[in-house]
Nanobody
């Protein structure tokens, strides 16, 4: 089992910044990919950014240039720095950890990000 605990969500004005953190614990040795997904009301969950233990990140086009994902393998933590936030970024953000890019893996409880216009 893997446990994921997210933090850092909140309410911010358009153009503002937030930093999300996700700390992993448990059987994490096999968790090759860690990342963030989001789900807005009435929409499907979508990938925001994900990063393998070694290698390049996969970042959604809608957030490229504004969001950056980073990973501290020693701390088993993944971060999402979100800059120039827009109202359309409002969603529940979920941390994810998986053994491969194809697996659904484990999910955190989610953290709400609300961007006001």
């Amino acid at each position: 089992q893997v446990q994921l605990v997210e933090s850092g969500g909140g309410l911010v004005q358009s153009g503002g910044s937030l930093r999300l953190s996700c700390a992993a614990s448990g059987s994490i040795a096999s968790m090759y990919v860690m990342g963030w997904h989001r789900q807005a009301p009435g929409k499907e969950r979508e990938l925001v950014a994900a990063m393998p233990r070694i290698g390049s990140a996969n970042v959604a086009d809608s957030v490229k240039g504004r969001f950056a994902i980073s990973r501290d393998n020693a701390k088993n933590t993944v971060y999402l720095q979100m800059n120039n936030l827009k109202p359309e970024d409002t969603a529940v953000y979920y941390c994810n950890a998986a053994g491969t890019w194809q697996e659904s893996g484990y999910w955190g409880q989610g953290t709400q990000v609300t961007v006001s216009s």
